[in-house]
């Protein structure tokens, strides 16, 4: 057997540097034995989680934000948060340690700023996704139309207002976007357009269909409730037979009688699972 890896695969700088600032923060708390929250699950990678939730870490949710007392440190996800949600977190007696990704910051004060102007903002994305819950909360503190439209079939049903803007998730899928985009200005052909697709979720998009032409088989791994880890997995089914798996155990067993094996992974799984992963492949081989 040969496995072989796409060139660009796993943790993204914004989960990246979500983790690490969990990781310094657990580690720093060692001797002060302070309660540390995240915001929200950190990541979608449920082998992360309870990783860190063994060590300490605990969730918070919107509904539960009086649990962190005194002193308490609360994590921002990279997914970000409502403005809203910010104020409460600063007006209580906790440590707000901001780990949102530089590239959701920039969609917020894209928000923000125009809707200022009066703008309408459009959200092309998952209405249920933390990110667009975040941006959206930016947009209605100057209380203009918002819209989240996750398809083609949503852009066309809507009315676009004569000033607004188009905002995407990061992890959108491109061609749905451009989709989007179209329909919307052909509605509205002075409808601003701001293409926020991360460079992350495009790479590993073309990463993988590079890989797809020398394997017999790719395994796609992440948590199956990320939005990106999904979208490898769709693509990656529509050009040989593929398989999503969370973690190294879940392989279907067909995979290990293939010549070749490829291997890629969502921008939440850590290399010690794609390791774990190939090892696994190796440890069975015929």
């Known amino acids: 057997m040969k496995v072989i890896r796409a060139s660009v695969l796993g943790y993204c700088m914004g989960v990246r540097r979500a983790v690490d600032a969990a990781e310094k923060s657990l580690q720093e708390n ?7 929250y995240t915001l929200g699950p950190l990541i979608h990678n449920p082998t992360v989680l309870k990783n860190l939730e063994d060590r300490g870490l605990k969730v918070l949710t919107k509904e539960n934000l009086s649990d962190a007392g005194d002193s ?15 104020r409460r977190l600063e007006q209580a007696s906790v440590h707000v340690v901001d780990a949102t990704c530089p590239r959701v910051h920039l969609s917020q004060k894209r928000a923000a700023e125009w809707s200022s102007k009066g703008y309408a903002v459009i959200i092309a994305g998952d209405r249920n996704h933390g990110e667009v819950t975040s941006i959206i909360g930016f947009a209605e503190e100057n209380s203009v139309k918002t819209f989240v439209v996750q398809n083609a079939d949503d852009a066309n049903k809507i009315s676009v207002p004569e000033k607004a803007i188009l905002i995407a998730q990061t992890t959108f899928s491109p061609n749905e976007f451009c989709k989007i985009a179209e329909i919307l200005q052909s509605k509205n052909n002075k409808i601003e357009v701001f293409n926020s697709i991360c460079s992350a979720t495009l790479e590993r998009q073309n990463a993988l ?3 797809a032409g020398q394997v017999d088989g790719i395994l796609v791994i992440g948590g199956k409730n990320s939005a990106n880890t999904r979208r490898l997995f769709e693509t990656a089914a529509s050009l040989c037979h593929a398989a999503l798996i969370e973690n190294e155990n879940q392989i279907p067993s067909e995979f290990y009688e293939m010549g070749i094996v490829g291997i890629t992974a969502g921008a939440s799984t850590p290399d010690e699972v794609i390791d774990k992963t ?3 492949l190796f440890s069975r081989k015929k």
């Open 30 to 36: 060692e001797s002060f034995h302070r309660e540390i």
């Open 72 to 86: 308490s440190i609360v994590i921002i996800r990279a997914h970000g948060t409502t403005p809203v949600i910010m």
């Open 209 to 211: 269909k590079q890989l």
């Open 278 to 280: 190939e090892k696994e």
